[in-house]
């Protein structure tokens, strides 16, 4: 069986870190997320979609994301049931992050980077160090191959 969820939007409100009375930190927040489509003569639609994280990832979203952030979101999709105030029984649907990632320019006042729930050390610090540069135009470091004899695998 295969749950897997992708989805990229910008944050509709800044996310609030709480914890549980085990002292887990966790957040939801809501992503605005348009739609890749739009009938001809309407305006492109927008989903509201909820996204709870857990522990260190949780942390690293309220520490660096703010209302109106782009944001890649890769998760799980989890569906719970509850009973409302009226007591209508109600089903809900979020996605359970497990990577959460920078996905606007740092023009747009942003520093890039990213976070894997699965890795125990915080990536963003790695991300401020500016990308190597390379020339285009010169082939002077390739080699050329001539035969299957001369490829390593």
């Not at 085990?22 to 639609?45: M, W």
Request: glycine share 6%.
């Amino acid at each position: 069986m295969l749950n897997v969820a992708a989805i990229m939007g910008r944050l509709v409100a800044d996310p609030e870190l709480r914890h549980t009375p085990n002292d887990i930190a966790v957040t939801t927040f809501t992503l605005a997320v348009d739609r890749s489509y739009a009938r001809a003569g309407t305006e492109r639609q927008t989903d509201f979609i909820d996204v709870v994280a857990w522990r260190q990832t949780a942390e690293f979203v309220c520490k660096y994301f703010s209302k109106g952030r782009m944001m890649a979101v890769t998760g799980s999709i989890q569906t719970r049931n509850y009973e409302d105030k009226q007591g209508n029984k109600r089903k809900a649907f979020e996605i359970v992050a497990s990577d959460v990632s920078f996905a606007d320019s740092k023009r747009d006042g942003a520093a890039s980077g990213s976070y894997d729930a699965m890795s125990s050390a915080s990536k963003p610090a790695a991300f401020n160090e500016p990308a190597p540069v390379y020339s285009s135009g010169s082939t002077e470091d390739f080699e050329e191959i001539l035969g299957d004899e001369d490829l390593p695998f």
